[in-house]
Nanobody, 121 residues
Framework: QVQLVESGGGLVQAGGSLRLSCAASGRTFSTYAMGWFRQASRDFVAAISRSGRTTAYTDSVKGRFTISRDNARNTVDLQMNSLKPEDTADYYC?????????????????WGQGTQVTVSS
């Protein structure tokens, strides 16, 4: 298994920025696609392939959010710019082991505990 711990959530005003970080345990981080999800329903936000060469985003955050990873540090980040009140949610980091350079939108095996993001208007 892999343990995931999110950090970086907080309260920001609309139009502001926030950077979330997810730290993963284990020695095989580069074999996992990573994703960010939000709400209790775990709605897809963004995903990044094993090497970081490919990314995917849900339409509502495209152009505003950027997912990245550092395989040397076992971390994945979500840079959130131009935040809107509708971005308010608990954000969850997720991992799924895969042999492909894929950016899955579902089917993740491991989940962090979540970090709260509140965007005020």
């Amino acid at each position: 298994q892999v343990q995931l711990v999110e950090s970086g959530g907080g309260l920001v005003q609309a139009g502001g920025s926030l950077r979330l970080s997810c730290a993963a345990s284990g020695r095989t981080f580069s074999t996992y696609a990573m994703g960010w999800f939000r709400q209790a329903s775990r709605d897809f936000v963004a995903a990044i392939s094993r090497s970081g060469r490919t990314t995917a985003y849900t339409d509502s955050v495209k152009g505003r959010f950027t997912i990245s990873r550092d395989n040397a540090r076992n971390t994945v980040d979500l840079q959130m710019n131009s935040l809107k009140p509708e971005d308010t949610a608990d954000y969850y980091c997720a991992a799924v082991q895969t042999p492909y350079e894929a950016t899955p939108r579902r089917g993740y095996s491991y989940w962090g505990q979540g970090t709260q993001v509140t965007v005020s208007s």
